[in-house]
């Protein structure tokens, strides 16, 4: 069974500060997507990650695929309270059952006003 | 671009009655996907369809759960003799996959399920 670690758990900052969340595994992934989640709703995907070593930004955040397809980060610039929410990372393994996503456990950020 | 639905989304019953959840996919998709969440837990991956055929579902949780989609469109999914531990949300997802390696699937906005 494939995990993947996300880190912080938590996470509450004031508006206007950055943040990195960490989504760590001992497996190869052939894509990372990340997802953010609000109460009582399902996922929304941000984005997917493919290469190793991708970065993707989307407005301010940014995200990157580890060199290995083991990790990935998610950086966040200026944080605003409409960032506020679960962030969930999600892989795709390699090969047969890549249509089987394992989430993590996701990252619950709060950004104060 | 209408998404995907889920009806109903939110559903209270009694221990031992039968439920069943219905989701609409995006229409282009060709797969559609089954999750549980549990509260402080990521999405757990119950079973899939391509198309009207059910590729996996030896991750369903138990016999007294089910899914279908007959017609290659909706899916339902029902849970038989409902236990308190099936309270979760349930989420479905759906995805077009044309050969390319990467499968991004899309979710819908859940059916939040509660047994008394």
């Known amino acids: 069974t494939q995990l993947l670690e996300q880190s912080p758990q938590f996470l509450s900052i004031q508006e206007g500060e950055n943040l990195t969340v960490y989504c760590n595994s001992s497996?190869?992934?052939?894509?990372l997507q990340w997802y953010r989640q609000e109460p009582g709703e399902g996922p929304v995907l941000l984005v997917t990650?493919?290469?190793?070593?991708e970065v993707k930004k989307l407005k301010r955040l940014t995200f990157q695929f580890g060199d290995a397809r083991k990790d990935s980060s998610l950086h966040i610039t200026a944080a605003q309270p409409g960032d506020t929410g679960l962030y969930l990372c999600a892989g795709a393994p390699s090969g047969a059952g890549s249509y089987q996503l394992t989430f993590g456990k996701g990252t619950k950020l709060s950004v104060i006003p | 671009d209408t998404g995907v639905s889920q009806d109903p989304r939110h559903k209270i019953t009694k221990r031992g009655q039968n439920v069943t959840f219905r989701c609409d996919p995006i229409s282009e998709h060709n797969r559609l996907y089954w999750y549980r969440q549990t509260l402080g837990q990521g999405p757990e991956f119950l079973t899939y369809?391509?198309?009207?055929?059910?590729?996996?579902k030896s991750r369903l949780l138990s016999d007294r759960f089910s899914a279908e989609r007959p017609k290659g469109s909706f899916s339902t999914l029902e849970i038989q003799r409902t236990e308190q531990g099936d309270s979760a949300m349930y989420l479905c997802?759906?995805?077009?996959?044309?050969?390319?390696?990467?499968?991004?699937?899309?979710f819908g906005p859940g059916t939040r399920l509660t047994v008394l």
């Open positions: 497996s190869v992934f052939s894509s």
């Open positions: 990650v493919v290469t190793g070593g």
């Open positions: 369809f391509q198309n009207e055929a059910q590729l996996e």
């Open positions: 997802a759906s995805s077009l996959v044309t050969g390319t390696f990467t499968d991004t699937q899309y």
